[in-house]
């Protein structure tokens, strides 16, 4: 299969030109995924200033989560129709609009118009898996896609940063209030940024991109979907995207809450889980290379169902406390499961599915993001209707728990079809 704009075959041995599309997709994931999370430190100083309720305050960091959610399957069916260089290039000069225009906003509805636009910068994410599954051979694509995905560090730039700039830049802003004071002045920075990014990308990535699906009917690459396989996949991001996603809007808060820290200091311990989970998925991609993504993923639902289980349980119940060290622990340990089971999880897409990386990843990334948008909302609701702090975790071992006990049903089963002989389509890592 040639690629249409280029002789060269679509995943042959990596050349320079991959590990271009490698860095410059990583790059411009990073930035675009802590624009999207940004509400997670600066929506609590909005709350401040616009006196908005808890649930106000979740809806404002749910509706951009959607927006990065919803559109993924299209994002990447239309990165393998026209190419990851020009789709990449569109989504940063958009995504720098509503960036700007939130240091505009004064009330709670613009508030929420400009997080639904901000919000497609979450769709990126498909981009670049779709991009990068184009430009490296099977071999790799473990390695290369969850060295992309690792851009999901991207969270921690705004809670690292954020309050240091904000405390840096005067109240009344600087360049005669050209670049206003306070919160204001996070996403004039990100703007800039973003079309810096977008001029790079353009220019640096290769002149001539691979378009594996150009001109390929629609109808052809959404077949895949009807697979429970992809569902199954799909759970298993909701664990280790979307309650990522999620844990790195609320975590800050529950910090606050729960110990009465100062948001700098919230930040900074909310940074530590988002490292392991962000950082460590270029480990997942290779451990998944060589031992393959069965093995990884039992030992991540394990980690993760022991620690959410433990920050689930009551305070004080059964003799057991926690304070906010041991409390970091575990949710450091839930990132570290996090890190390594979002890549293992898309190691399963180009395996089972190689023709189809687009659509599957793009479908199994809508679902796994929509996560993002459904558990903070869980959170705030069910924490309001139970009064219950430890609501986050009691959600997020019942999802990891399902979702354990769906994959060891299923590899159970291919176990006992091939001790009777029987054929086990598509059977690679399971």
């Known amino acids: 299969m040639t690629n249409a704009d280029s002789s060269l075959p679509i995943n042959q041995p990596n050349t320079k030109e991959s590990a271009r599309v490698l860095t410059l997709s990583t790059t411009a994931f990073t930035l675009l995924f802590a624009v999207w999370l940004m509400f997670g430190v600066i929506g609590i100083s909005i709350q401040k200033e616009l006196g908005l309720t808890d649930i106000q305050f979740f809806w404002l960091g749910a509706t951009a989560i959607l927006s990065g959610s919803i559109w993924r399957l299209a994002f990447g069916i239309f990165t393998d129709w026209w190419g990851g260089k020009k789709v990449f290039t569109a989504l940063l000069l958009f995504t720098a609009i509503p960036t700007y225009l939130i240091s505009q906003a004064t009330t709670f509805s613009e508030m929420m ?56 830049v005067p109240a009344a802003g600087l360049m005669n209030g050209m670049i206003p004071g306070g919160w204001r002045c996070i996403p004039i920075f990100y703007t800039v940024l973003l079309v810096i990014m977008a001029i790079a990308l353009w220019f640096l990535s290769p002149a001539v991109d691979r378009i594996p699906s150009k001109g390929r009917p629609l109808s052809e690459m959404l077949k895949p979907l009807s697979h429970i396989r992809v569902w199954r996949f799909s759970l298993y991001y909701v664990v280790v995207f979307g309650a990522y996603v999620a844990l790195s809007l609320t975590l800050p808060k529950y910090y606050m809450s729960a110990y009465n820290l100062e948001l700098s200091v919230a930040a900074l311990l909310t940074a530590l889980f988002i490292f392991p989970a962000s950082l460590l998925r270029p480990l997942g991609g290779w451990l998944s290379d060589v031992y393959g993504a069965r093995i990884v993923m039992y030992g991540v639902f394990s980690i993760m169902t022991i620690a959410s289980g433990l920050l689930a349980l009551p305070d004080g119940i059964l003799g057991f406390s926690i304070n906010v060290w041991g ?42 993001a929509l996560g993002g948008f459904f558990l903070p909302l869980m959170f705030g609701y069910c924490k309001t209707w139970t009064g219950w702090i430890q609501i986050p975790f009691i959600i997020l071992f019942i999802f990891t728990a399902a979702s354990f006990l769906w994959m060891h049903i299923v590899i159970i089963g291919m176990k006992r079809s091939a001790s009777r002989g029987d054929a086990i389509p598509e059977a690679v890592t399971a």
């Open 327 to 368: 409390f970091t622990a575990l949710v450091v340990m839930i990132g570290v499961g996090m890190g390594v089971g979002k890549a293992a999880v898309y190691k399963h897409v180009p395996e089972y599915f190689p023709k189809d990386v687009a659509a599957v990843g793009g479908m199994v990334g809508l679902l796994g």
């Open 113 to 168: 118009w400009c997080s639904a636009f901000l919000g497609l910068a979450g769709n990126s994410f498909n981009i670049g898996i779709a991009w990068n599954s184009a430009w490296f051979s099977k071999q790799r694509q473990g390695l290369a896609l969850g060295t992309f995905g690792a851009g999901n560090v991207g969270a921690s730039i705004t809670k690292m940063f954020g309050p240091g700039l904000i405390a840096l």
